[in-house]
């Protein structure tokens, strides 16, 4: 039985080293690819650079306006996880807190939000946008993701919220707290893995959505890193030495966030789900 056991796990690991090696083939094609020219990267595809080059950067960095573009991502995200944090932890709270099935009912209708695609209200925010003069503002960008984002981060937090032991709580209107400082000096202290993977799930949607800024930012100064990305795109050809660097400028930032906070994001995730 041991052997037949060894020999399963083996089998296993053998397996899950060629998936990964399928996954990571396109990432290493990816990135030797941004340091060759384009007539390399057409005939050796997988090979590594004979001719090392950076001036498939230095052009991405121009054609792109990278680091306006890369100022504009960052407001929005950073305000946009912001927002969302705060307002749907607050609402979270409220309705995991309450028990009268008004909160309930309030809390279904926000889930509704996840249920319904954002495609189909696009014409009447555009009009609701338009209305209050924020198109081709970083300001309406920033509600309209942040409004997107909410009813996923109030399901999480609303769930975490219910593993957090109510006792503290009441030990603290005890000593003379109110509502608000006790939500945040001792609940949204308690909060951090849920907090992380709020943030991370909402810089990542913030991030990738192409749609939005598309719709919405005209002008090339406040452009994000998609467009730009996006406006480098041949319409006929594609000049993939020129494409992939900015593909890797795009997604850097990105990277790294993810990487320095991946270690919150199994905890908060599954830290509701068990009560007890």
Known sequence: MESKRTISLKLLEIGLLVLAAVFIIPVYYLFVTTFKTSEEALLHPL???????????????????????????????VAGVTIVILFSSMAAYVIARRKRKVYGYIFMFFLTGIMVPYQMGLLPLYKLISSLDLINTLTGVILIEACYSLPLAIFLFRNFIDSVPLELEEAAFIDGCGVFRTYWTITFRLLTPVVATVAILTALATWNNFLTPLLFLHSREKGVLLLELYRNVGEFTIDYARLFPMLFLTILPLMLFYLSMQRFIIEGMTAGSVKG
């Open 47 to 77: 090979r590594v650079p004979l001719n090392f080059t950076l001036e498939n950067y230095t052009s991405a960095l121009e054609s792109m306006k990278y680091f306006t573009a890369l100022k504009n991502n960052v407001i929005i995200s």
